[in-house]
């Protein structure tokens, strides 16, 4: 029997990475650990203590101690900015390719052109940057959730076009556009004009959907996100494949292609932790990675009580998980990026993440600073006698 298992804590950053000062100065100090545990000096998160976070942090704070018997190293982020999607791929082997960053409306001509070629009806709506509406059913914008410019949302009335015909337009413009995400999703009971009504522009730069305002997630909400640069076929799941089975809980099911493993949608945290729980109870020769949301979208909304109160129920299911494993099982809690909740602003913050290492009868060992999260998915390829062909060193020798 053989499982390794990875859980992500979404947005659980330790600190920010050296070059912030160039390439992010908005989160100079960024620290997420430090801010929700100093916000919150009672916080109880043995488990992960005991795994060693605050040894990843270097940072005793509050309740939270060094560990003694901590398996602990951390991670910079190879790829641009900080963002959940290339954070993901990065772990699964991608060496992250450079996007370009620019608002829709500069692109907006030659995502038009494309979409005529290829059949489609388009006409543009909105001011003062507009956006465009194909078939009287979906709209593409920018995402004005993420970091402006990064991302471009096609949002759907999947009573009017379905999923699969919708994705067709989003592979249309993610054919065309270099910003790091195209991202393709809709939902049922609203209508084109349900969409149209949420439109709102940022800066004078930025137009795009509302996308909560638009209703679209209430009701069948569908999505895939697609990426700049993303090859899947140099990722764990396919690397994995005759080897051991892959199943993705949580967002990571969102945004890492598996098309021949088990893909488990989901936001709760409990229920993730549920799950996860039940799929290592059910399965070996096992890739399990699974991704805790509610801290990221705590992180969004600058709720720091929310996020601390978030961590506690992912960490007293921890135990449970550590108990079903056994000797030549590897369990790693990991994160993507950052996302202080006190920094001053709703976005990603671009910081150092933990590596925090489970092994039956394994302790007090240190893993160093690793220069990419594709070192543990590297660790994960070694694992199971496979090799990452893009990205990553192994640290199993280490263990």
């Not at 704070?61 to 963002?83: M, P, Q, R, T």
């Not at 949302?153 to 699969?164: K, R």
């Not at 509302?210 to 076929?233: C, F, L, R, T």
Request: with cysteine; glycine share 10%.
């Amino acid at each position: 029997m053989k499982r390794f298992v990875v859980l992500v804590l979404d947005s659980f950053g330790i600190g920010e990475m050296n070059d912030v000062r160039v390439v992010r100065p908005q989160d100079v100090g960024a620290n997420t650990y430090k801010s929700v545990l100093k916000y919150n000096p009672k916080l109880k998160i043995p488990n992960l203590e005991k795994l060693g976070i605050a040894n990843s942090a270097e940072l005793e704070i509050g309740n939270i101690k060094f560990s003694k018997e901590a398996v602990y190293g951390k991670a910079n982020l190879k790829h641009f900015w900080c963002d959940t999607f290339y954070g993901h791929q990065e772990l699964m082997g991608t060496y992250p390719k450079k996007p370009k960053t620019e608002p829709f409306y500069e692109a907006i001509d030659e995502v038009e052109i494309a979409l005529k070629k290829s059949g489609y009806s388009v006409k543009r709506f909105g001011s003062p940057r507009e956006v465009l509406i194909v078939d009287e059913c979906a709209t593409i914008g920018d995402n004005l959730e993420a970091d402006l410019g990064q991302v471009y949302n096609i949002t759907g009335a999947l009573d009017l076009i379905n999923y699969e015909d919708l994705l067709k337009i989003g592979k249309v413009v993610r054919s065309v556009v270099k910003v790091p995400r195209v991202i393709t999703f809709g939902g049922k009971n609203v209508s084109i004009e349900d969409i149209k009504n949420a439109y709102e522009c940022k800066d004078n730069l930025f137009g795009g959907i509302n996308a909560p305002k638009s209703g679209v997630y209430k009701n069948g909400y569908q999505v895939q996100h697609m990426g700049y640069g993303i090859d899947s076929e140099v990722q764990l799941p396919k690397i994995l494949e005759g080897v051991a089975k892959t199943i993705l809980i949580g967002k990571v099911a969102d945004i890492v292609e598996n098309p021949k493993g088990k893909s488990i949608f989901g936001v709760d945290s409990d229920k993730i932790m549920d799950r996860l729980i039940e799929e290592i109870k059910n399965n070996n020769n096992v890739f399990i990675c699974a991704n805790i949301q509610e801290t990221d979208l705590a992180g969004h909304q600058e709720d720091v009580e929310r996020y601390g109160n978030r961590l506690e129920v992912v960490d007293r299911k921890l135990k449970k998980v550590m108990e079903l494993l056994d000797e030549d099982d590897i369990f790693i809690v990991t994160a993507d990026h950052g996302n202080d909740p006190m920094i001053g602003h709703s976005n990603h913050t671009r910081e150092k993440v933990p590596i925090l290492v489970y092994k039956k009868g394994l302790s007090s060992r240190e893993i160093g600073e690793r220069s990419s999260l594709s070192d543990i998915g590297q660790s994960v390829a070694e694992y199971f006698g496979r090799v990452l062909p893009d990205n990553g060193e192994s640290f199993l020798g280490k263990l």
